[in-house]
């Protein structure tokens, strides 16, 4: 599933060609997403407005229109976007297209469905943007992403802090991949408690978290299966991945095999020299 860098990488190249285009008509496959499409609140909202700025909130992109109505889209497990002269072949999974008044077009590729399109009608978006916020956690670019907050959120909690970093309502954006290589990073076994770690350590989670997510936006996301960024070219960090897929490889600090697990259903990768699990 596309994480934040993933996301983050799809809004930069999305950034040039966006802003200050207005969409001239709309088309829908005729299949549902992980939500109904919203047809007529894109007929209504969407078409005949120019895109004003293009922002992220957690996994989501938020498309924002001049007159103040917000389209957000979500990426789901194999959703794409990019920009498509509007004479090209549209793909048989191009399920939402928004042709732009350049002569190109917008178009939201998703093989599973599992994606999600949204419209916040302009009469109640700064309401709906308001609650949708709150629903999420704080993000890990942001001011609040600090030691102190993660100590306070983390205080009283025995789940493993592998699953407190990938708990969408308490941080926004860190999944499987960068959660497991924040913590070999910072020297933590994923199966910690969350409540017991110290300031100390909760401070090198969080500068771990950020390097790594920046150096993956850098690299253009990670392809592990489906993901591509908006040129559809694919992402290049998972050539750096220390422990994620690695199992019975050599760590990269010490050379023990990196082992692996399973927290919440997910697979947790660790080296168990260079992460030893607390008593």
Known sequence: MPELPEVEVTRLGLLPHLPGQTVTAVFWSGKRLRLPMPVTALEEEIRGGTVASLDRRAKYLLVRMEQGSVLVLHLGMTGKLGIFPQNSARKPHDHLCLSLANGFELRFNDARRFGSVMVWPKARAEHLEEAFSRSQGIEPFGPDFTAENLLRLAEGRRQPVKLLLMDAKIISGIGNIYANETLFAAGIHPQTPAGS??????????????????????????????????????GHFQLQLAVYGRQNQPCPSCGEKICKTLLGGRASFFCPHCQPLPP
């Open 197 to 234: 770690l110290n300031a100390a350590q909760w401070r090198r989670v969080a500068d771990c978290a950020v390097a790594i997510l920046h150096r993956a936006i850098a690299a253009g996301g990670s392809t592990i299966s489906d993901f591509l960024g908006s040129s559809g070219q694919p």
